[in-house]
């Protein structure tokens, strides 16, 4: 029997690779330095602030957002990193979730709110997500070198890419959950669209909204450590040499570091949906009402 | 002119729905279509007018249009065909950006869950029509506020509506409708998600301040009894039709078809209201301290053709006619015990209208309402039980209701 002529797709993937390096090589550049920058001011910006008020700052957002024991559980992670020699490759590390969790937010939100209000959108937008999310990781860095050589940017681009599903799906999904008679009601009163947007269907999504922000973040964090293997920087570089140099107890100082800043990134931005409710406006509030209860009886 | 104009309102769920209409104008049926052409017909050649100042109530069975035909009304949903006219305006004919003008002056929705919004506050919600045509902040939380007191929820500003209990909720969001100041008030359903007592609290509550405002309601219902205390005219819906429009009474007394009547049988009032519940004030007169004279006075002044007679203690004797009573003067004799009549029908306090109405087949006076102690506590007209069983009440309708 003859086999089936094998189609050439991975070949055709590369011709086109090549056509863009060759042809949209000033595009890529720019957007390379860009990056770089990005991530460069944002790191600087952190390495201002001192070590310990760093601590005090994050230990605070913890008790702030949490309670006692996440704001204790950062103070000794963080000065454990601290500790350990690995502050800087932390601060760079954050530094790049940032960049990448800011631009998946640019893009990734108007996304989100597109597929909403569009099932013709939806349609399209979603096999695109699902190609973005199921692809392995690794696959990215290749074209992603590919179009911005070695180093922190293809990293970062990489990592938009895996980690923006997430905050798209959940901010459509947000919106599609506000109840259709809210919904109704608000176009009954004569809003706008987005009056509509802004003024319910938005703030009733906010907590599906942050859960999407939340997987953005890990899957952010996770990508660049991984993309340390076309050279980024940051703590995923601490643990590659680890491996590159068998050293166990580098790699695991790396590791923990990873550990504990996922922790501590995932807590807070698990609880700051949960936290609207307790903020200080309603809190006072709340005493108010009881001030006034007493008072009337 | 009339403040709502229907007609000729279809509304055709499917992909082509333009293509239904001539099938229906052939007389196919909704189920038919659905089979054969997988289109649903939502509301089919629907004409009505609603006058200014008047409550229009919608019934019918689920699915049957209403609040397809309602949403029509302000466009939530587009009609397939037909014009809508609001102040003699056609709406169909606007463009997105009168139409929300329309809808921010014009027409006020209330939803049957409430459909508040659960980040802001109660003042907020009744707010929000304000804020959404702009208005300041200061003006329109005053103007909720007031609203707010209207709807008897002084004091609850600051509260989120999930911490409401349902009535209360649905307050809020008739505080929001009375907002904007809408003269037109569509009402899908807005009582059905509350229990009986709250119901019922919030009917009359709906007819004093319909009382005070005149605005024009179009009110959806499943429930006859609240259509009856609620509704100037009821329209029947049946598979996207109109089938009888009218006042209470003619649709109690001609039910256009089977499908109507089977709808105002299935209250069944008769069963559940009770004698206490319709009865009049017991007009009477005590022996000891009456005679004749002042028997045909008192009928005289009621303009009634008898009148029950009772002892002291309000025990019941027995009836006298304005026959008898003038016969009595003419003949110059005054003892009034020899005219009383104790051949008269009584029901205790808890009696049903089905048992009432029998007795009116052996007496042609009123029916006498007596406690346990044979004490006339009130009286029962004929008349009474129309009333009774449309929805009027007597004067303790309250408490039984
Ligand atoms: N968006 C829609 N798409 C398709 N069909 C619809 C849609 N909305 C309503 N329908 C259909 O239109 C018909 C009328 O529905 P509608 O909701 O107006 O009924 P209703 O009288 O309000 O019923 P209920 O008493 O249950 O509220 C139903 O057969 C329903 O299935
Ligand atoms: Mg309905």
């Given at each position: 029997m003859q086999p089936i002529a094998r189609l050439p797709l991975g070949e055709y993937i590369e011709i086109g690779v090549k056509w863009m390096t060759n042809n949209l090589a000033g595009f890529f550049t720019g957007i390379r330095e860009g990056l770089a920058n990005l991530v460069g001011i944002l790191g600087d910006l952190l390495y201002l602030i001192p070590v310990p008020l760093f601590i005090i700052i994050v230990a605070a957002l913890s008790w702030w957002v949490s309670g006692k024991n996440l704001a204790i559980f950062s103070v000794i992670g963080l000065y454990l990193i601290y500790n350990l020699q690995l502050w800087d490759k932390t601060v760079l590390t954050l530094s790049m979730v940032t960049?990448?969790?800011l631009i998946a937010l640019v893009v990734g939100l108007p996304s989100g709110i597109l597929m909403s209000k569009s099932n013709t959108a939806d349609k399209i937008i979603r096999p695109i997500l699902d190609f973005m999310q199921t692809m392995p990781a690794f696959v990215y860095l290749i074209p992603a070198v590919y179009f911005f050589d070695l180093g922190t940017p293809p990293g970062v681009v990489a990592t938009i890419i895996f980690a923006m599903p997430p905050i798209v799906r959940l901010t459509n999904l947000g919106i599609r959950q506000v109840p259709e008679d809210v919904v109704e009601a608000t176009k009954s009163f004569g809003a706008t669209p987005s009056q509509l947007l802004f003024k319910v269907q938005i703030p009733l999504a906010i907590p599906t909204i942050m859960?999407?922000?939340?997987?953005?973040?890990?899957?952010?964090?996770?990508?660049?450590v991984i993309s340390a293997m076309i050279g980024a920087d940051g703590l995923g570089k601490v643990v590659y040499?680890?491996?590159?140099?068998?050293?166990?107890?580098?790699?695991?100082?790396?590791?923990?570091?990873?550990?504990?800043?996922?922790?501590?990134?995932?807590?807070?931005?698990?609880?700051?949906?949960?936290?609207?409710?307790?903020?200080?406006?309603?809190?006072?509030?709340?005493?108010?009402?009881?001030?006034?209860?007493?008072?009337?009886? | 002119m009339p403040k709502v104009e229907v007609e000729n309102v279809y509304k055709i769920f499917g992909p082509s729905p333009k293509q239904i209409i001539p099938l229906l104008e052939q007389g196919e049926d909704k189920t038919k279509i659905l089979k054969k052409y997988k289109?649903?017909?939502?509301?089919?050649?629907?004409?009505?007018?609603?006058?200014?100042?008047?409550?229009?109530?919608?019934?019918?069975?689920?699915?049957?249009?209403?609040?397809?035909?309602?949403?029509?009304?302000?466009?939530?949903?587009?009609?397939?065909?037909?014009?809508?006219?609001i102040d003699g305006q056609d709406i169909t004919a606007l463009s997105s950006a009168q139409l929300r003008e329309i809808r921010r002056k014009k027409i006020a929705m209330v939803f049957q869950n409430f459909a508040l919004l659960p980040h802001k506050t109660v003042l907020d919600n009744v707010a929000f029509g304000l804020e959404i045509q702009r208005t300041n902040i200061e003006e329109r939380r005053r103007k909720a506020k007031e609203m707010l007191e209207i709807v008897?929820?002084?004091?609850?500003?600051?509260?989120?509506?999930?911490?409401?209990?349902?009535?209360?909720?649905?307050?809020?969001?008739?505080?929001?409708?009375?907002?904007?100041?809408?003269?037109?008030?569509?009402?899908?359903?807005?009582?059905?998600?509350?229990?009986?007592?709250?119901?019922?609290?919030?009917?009359?509550?709906?007819?004093?301040l319909?009382?005070?405002?005149?605005?024009?309601?179009?009110?959806?219902?499943?429930?006859?009894?609240?259509?009856?205390?609620l509704g100037d005219r009821i329209a029947i819906m049946k598979d996207g039709n109109i089938v009888q429009i009218g006042i209470a009474e003619e649709i109690l007394q001609n039910p256009a078809d089977d499908y109507v009547r089977e709808f105002t049988q299935d209250v069944n009032r008769a069963r559940i209201i009770t004698a206490s519940a319709i009865m009049r004030d017991a007009e009477s007169i005590v022996l000891e301290k009456s005679g004749v004279l002042i028997a045909a006075r008192k009928m005289k002044e009621l303009g009634i053709s008898s009148l029950f007679v009772t002892k002291k203690s309000g025990e019941l004797l027995g009836i006298v006619t304005i026959e008898n009573v003038s016969s009595m003067i003419r003949q110059r004799k005054e003892d009034l015990e020899t005219i009383i009549?104790?051949?008269?029908?009584?029901?205790?306090?808890?009696?049903?209208?089905?048992?009432?109405?029998?007795l009116f087949l052996n007496t042609k006076y009123p029916v006498a309402v007596l406690d346990e102690d044979n004490k006339l506590k009130g009286i029962i007209f004929k008349s009474t039980i129309l009333a009774g069983i449309a929805g009027e009440g007597g004067n303790n309708d309250a408490t039984h209701c």
């Open positions: 960049t990448a969790t859960a999407g922000l939340n997987q953005t973040i890990m899957l952010s964090l996770s990508m660049v040499e680890g491996i590159g140099q068998m050293n166990v107890g580098k790699g695991f100082e790396g590791g923990l570091a990873v550990v504990i800043v996922a922790m501590l990134l995932d807590r807070i931005t698990q609880c700051i949906g949960a936290v609207q409710k307790k903020s200080g406006k309603v809190f006072i509030q709340q005493l108010r009402d009881k001030h006034s209860q007493n008072k009337s009886i | 289109h649903t017909v939502g509301v089919n050649r629907t004409s009505f007018t609603v006058e200014e100042g008047e409550v229009f109530v919608i019934m019918g069975l689920s699915g049957s249009g209403k609040s397809t035909l309602i949403r029509c009304i302000n466009r939530l949903i587009e009609p397939t065909s037909g014009r809508i006219l008897g929820l002084n004091g609850y500003d600051a509260a989120k509506p999930s911490e409401l209990s349902g009535g209360m909720q649905q307050r809020v969001g008739l505080a929001r409708a009375l907002a904007t100041e809408a003269d037109i008030l569509l009402m899908d359903e807005a009582f059905s998600a509350l229990d009986p007592l709250i119901r019922k609290d919030m009917q009359n509550e709906l007819l004093s319909q009382q005070k405002m005149h605005k024009t309601i179009i009110f959806i219902t499943h429930d006859l009894d609240e259509a009856l205390k009549d104790k051949n008269i029908e009584t029901v205790g306090l808890d009696a049903s209208i089905d048992e009432i109405i029998p």
